[in-house]
């Protein structure tokens, strides 16, 4: 009985906060920057490990990750050099710089925040109690690293795919 009761309560507490998680109109921006600095921040350290042994594939030849049958070293080469040709892959690069642009200009928002340089003075609370963890100055920064991070996919897409060219 007790059990059963502890495992309902488990899901329910499960389901709220899914539905919280998965319910992105309920945000503020606050959050929008917060969840957009961890997806990316996770995204770019993947792409990091996936771009070292791309590279070392590409770099090296078949030989660099030598596996004892060599056909085998041989067609993961060949097949990283097929992905590489992909436009699927150019559209992939345009991804990752919108991502580590916005990243890197959102980290130095919050590097400065982190050292008090964005923030206002503390002021007494008064009713109707709102949250102004983001200044006006932050705001612009976050939209900046928008903004910045939008040029970077649309510049990187222009030189990979001559999406934009006349």
Known sequence: MIITSIRRTSRQNLSKVLTTMLVPSRYTIERWSYTLQRVSGVVVMLYFVAHV??????????????????????????????????????????????????HTINGVRLTLTHFGYTLKR?????????????TNFQRGLFWLSISFAVF?????LDTLLGVFRA
Do not use: C, N
Not at 61 to 73: I, K, L, Q, S
Not at 79 to 89: E, G, I, Q, W
Not at 152 to 156: F, G, K, L
């Open 53 to 102: 042994i791309e590279t070392g594939y590409v770099v090296g030849g078949p030989g660099v990750w030598y596996v004892p049958p060599y056909e085998v070293a041989q067609r993961s080469w060949e097949t990283v050099k097929a992905s590489l040709k992909d436009p699927v892959f150019d559209v992939g690069l345009g991804i990752i710089g919108l991502l580590v642009t916005f």
């Open 122 to 134: 503390p002021h007494r609370p008064e009713f109707p109690y709102e949250v102004r963890s983001f």
């Open 152 to 156: 970077s996919m649309i510049y990187a």
